[in-house]
């Protein structure tokens, strides 16, 4: 059964940090892009950041560039997934949500659960 499990998310005050995790199991993720999204009330979700396979190449949202970081850890078991988010603002309160697409696909095919944050002015 294939299982992206996020957590780290919590209540943190404006230019604060938090960092979220995104445990991977059920097949082998050591070659899959991984992403992380964000859902905010009301509005649609949008992509973050994602980082290849190996970790080298990374990409971000503007909205966060310069604050988060993404990073992986393939030799974990199960393959886990970071978002080190800095200097957080109220904009960033958001349900973030962890994915992994299989290399060479368009479309992210897993999905977790979604964590909330919550950033306080």
């Known amino acids: 059964q294939v299982q992206l499990v996020e957590s780290g998310g919590g209540l943190v005050q404006a230019g604060g940090s938090l960092r979220l995790s995104c445990a991977a199991s059920g097949r082998t993720f050591s070659y899959d892009v991984m992403g992380w999204f964000r859902q905010a009330p009301g509005k649609e979700r949008e992509f973050v950041a994602a980082?290849?396979?190996?970790?080298?190449?990374?990409?971000?949202a503007d909205s966060v560039k310069g604050r988060f970081i993404i990073s992986r850890d393939n030799a974990r078991n199960p393959v886990t997934v970071y978002l080190q988010m800095n200097s957080l603002k109220p904009e960033d309160t958001a349900v973030y949500y962890c994915a992994a697409k299989r290399i060479g696909t368009a479309d992210y095919q897993y999905w977790g659960q979604g964590t909330q944050v919550t950033v306080s002015s």
């Open positions: 980082s290849d396979w190996s970790g080298a190449s990374t990409r971000y």
